[in-house]
């Protein structure tokens, strides 16, 4: 693949049609003799946001690890459209359009914006040491090409005046769109969202909220987050799947999920349910 | 952002941004061309003796920057190098050298071309970092590196152990000496330059320059490519380097077959420098643990990561027993030092430039170039400091 | 300390050999304890598991380290004291003598870095691995065969045998 295909690749991905469904089907979790998650099945519609939330400890995260393949469930499965991903190593997810950001912001704190949004891309190029050391024409090219993605995507959340300023030298609120920007340069088919708001303020909130819905408007990819922030949540999201003690207790429209009477319990009920994790 | 398709579309159009020129660039290639032309010119000028000081800082510098890139650009502990050095030193030797008889001994060797061996010799050491990949692969941090030590161990072991390939311990073997398309890097021959006669010290002294260049040439763009990314997102969070699509494995696999072929090229260094490939007697040799640890020690100094800084880490470690032994007699240190030989001292000036890097500036002699550069930069430009003055840069930056 | 071997049925023993046995038993039980009950070794395991957690818990961190590296120090003294003697290393010290630290790392890292227990664990089967290594295949190979142990027991464990994994929460 030359890097100009690869480009037209990219680009064709974000057409809506191409965006396949998500499918978590009975998953179930278990660490020494722990119950994490127990048959927990919904399903992320092509190009809808999805919010996946609970009190502090139902499950959240683990089930977003067991869908990017960081966990091995015990039972059920993960689809994109028709393949498997359960069970792949997690590499390989980057290839099928599975995007992800991080809860608390892993990037390489001393590189660049760019080259940490670069790493993005690495399931979309080629080259070994020998080729990268000797910095053949085609790498040359290839790099070139990607980093102009890279610095596109860039603009689009707003932050490409960091592209050279080290992670480390950043605001918060900006690493964590760095953080969205790597995510999305894997051009995500799904991109998965941890905690995208998490010690944000509110006006990073906002800024953070209309980047979401600028990426399934304009890009057409299906986002799936998990999320604290209900104002947050209730704003953006199509659609609400709600988890307690790794069980699903609700799934359907914000509206709808609000008023949902175990879920208030869920909420109201466990008083602790604020305590820091 | 309230009309995103508008943004999106206005972003899809914009030209790319276009390389914005630096002057400092210019200035930074001038300046490597100045020192590669007077490191060319040394021999015109300085004698034997300290060509061959000069000649085994490379071979310091060649395995520093190996190993620089295993624990400083992909995060992974090795203290192997001394082991890699060995098979590398002993690979060249087998496949250079021809079948001989030593004793009642046959020592083995396959006759290739010099050239031959040399590349077969660093494949063969890449091939010994590779096989430790399912090791390297489930380890982090000091457990990695106590089990690549293991790897010294059993080369101290092997090498003793196989004589028909390292001529044994008491002897050793000689090696093929190194040519090129007929032209030996030896004393065969008579070969004047300018009036300077070329015997084995000059004509190492270059094919060791060009190797040191090579070398650190393509560690330097592979750092920058997409090679480099991945083990820097390796070395910083695996799970996420694996998000991002890249096989944690086989980038770890990839930074120890890398750095084995390094050190094997820096052993190849060594038995062509000595004339000899001997393995060690004793736990502390030319291939035992104390050799690793020059080699970290240079990697440390320098500044993690950083491939200049290697290099000059190599300058300090391997230079200073070098110089000191050279000049030892030349100031009367012959005699009045009893058992401080130069590699005591080189010992303790090493091991207080280690200290004083971890205690003072653990980013090494990188960070601090890095800093100077820096102000340098800021004095000149005459436009405000941006914003965000990005701080000086912590160990295993990726700027090189 | 006299040449004298000590005979204890069918096992011969320099009294040297027997000092140290002793000496090490006691040195073991002393930590044993120290570690489970004292405040210091409260602060050393707590500091071990979460530096900043025992800082936030008052537990002076430089002083800590500081003591650790003390006992460290002294514990490799006194066996020193002993390697020295003519009944363990035939000839005193040597500039190799220090090779003989490194053979203390296999043991630590087969027992598991964070376990006292570990350690212990750990040097047996180091001693008994070279002991036996050199008497059954060769003296040269011993040391070679505690690494390839500590090896195996890494491929299979890869924090040691007591040791407890680090899990990374994302």
Known sequence: MTADTARAGADARTDRADVPELRV???????????????????????????????????????????????????????????VLTGMRPHRLARLGVGRSFQNIA????????????????????????????????????????????????????????LDTPVAALPYGVAKLVDVARALAVEPRVLLLDEPAAGLNAVETAVMASTIRALRDALGISVLLVEHDMGLVMGIADRVSVLDFGRLIADGEPAVVQRDPEVVRAYLGAGDSEEQQ | MSDVSDVS???????????????????RVGGWLVLLLVLSGLPFVVGPGLLSAGQYVMIGAVGAIGLTLVIGQAGQLSLAHAFFLLVGGTSYAVLAGETEQAGSEYIVGLGLPPLLALVGAVVISALAGFAFAPVAGRLTGIYLGVASLALVFLGFYLGQAL?????????????????????????????????????????????????????????????????????????????????MGVDVLRAKAGAFAVSAAYAGLSGVMVTLWLGLLKPDESEFGTYGLNTSIAFLAMAIIGGLGSIPGAVVGALIVYGTPQVLTLFADELGLGDTLAGFSPTVISLYVYGIAVIAVVLFEPGGLAAIGRRIAGLSARRTRSDPAPATTPRPAPPGEDRS | MGRRPIQLGAVTLFSTQLVALVVGLVLITAFFVAFRFTDWGIAMRAQAENREAAALMGIRSSRV???????????????????????????????????????????AIIGGLDSTAGAVVGGVIVGLTQALTEVYVSIPFAKVAVFLVMLVVLVVRPAGLFGTRELSRV
């Open chain 1, 25 to 83: 089907e009975g998953v179930g979790l278990r660490f020494a003799g722990i119950t994490a998650l127990d048959d927990v099945s919904f399903t992320v519609r092509p190009g809808t946001v999805h919010a996946l939330i609970g009190p502090n400890g139902a499950g959240k995260s683990s089930c977003f690890n067991v869908i990017c393949g960081v966990y091995h469930p015990t039972a059920g499965r993960v689809r994109l459209g028709d393949t």
């Open chain 1, 107 to 162: 990037l390489s704190q001393h590189s660049t914006v760019l080259d940490n949004v670069m790493l993005g891309r690495h399931s979309l190029t080629r080259g070994g040491f020998l080729s990268g050391g000797l910095r053949l024409p085609w790498v040359a090219r290839q790099e070139r090409v990607h980093a102009r993605r890279a610095a596109e995507i860039c603009e689009f959340l707003g932050i490409a005046d960091r």
């Open chain 2, 9 to 27: 579309t206005a972003v899809r159009a914009t030209t790319p941004p276009a390389p914005r020129p630096r002057a400092g660039t210019l200035v």
């Open chain 2, 163 to 243: 004589p028909m390939l390292t001529g044994g311990a008491a002897s050793g073997r000689n090696p093929e000496p190194f040519s090129l398309f007929g032209f030996a890097f030896s004393n065969e021959g008579y070969l004047a330059v300018l009036g300077v006669p070329f015997r084995a010290p000059e004509r190492l002294w270059y094919l060791f320059l060009a190797f040191t260049v090579i070398a650190f040439l393509l560690a330097r763009g592979a750092v920058r490519s997409r090679v480099g990314r991945a083990w820097r997102a390796v070395r910083d969070h695996e799970a996420a380097a694996a998000v």
């Open chain 3, 65 to 107: 380290t500081a003591t650790a590296w003390l006992v460290a120090g002294a514990l490799a003294a006194v066996a020193v004291m002993f390697i020295v003697t003519q009944d363990f290393s035939g000839t005193g010290l040597s500039r190799s003598t220090h090779a003989i630290a490194f053979a203390a790392f296999p043991a």
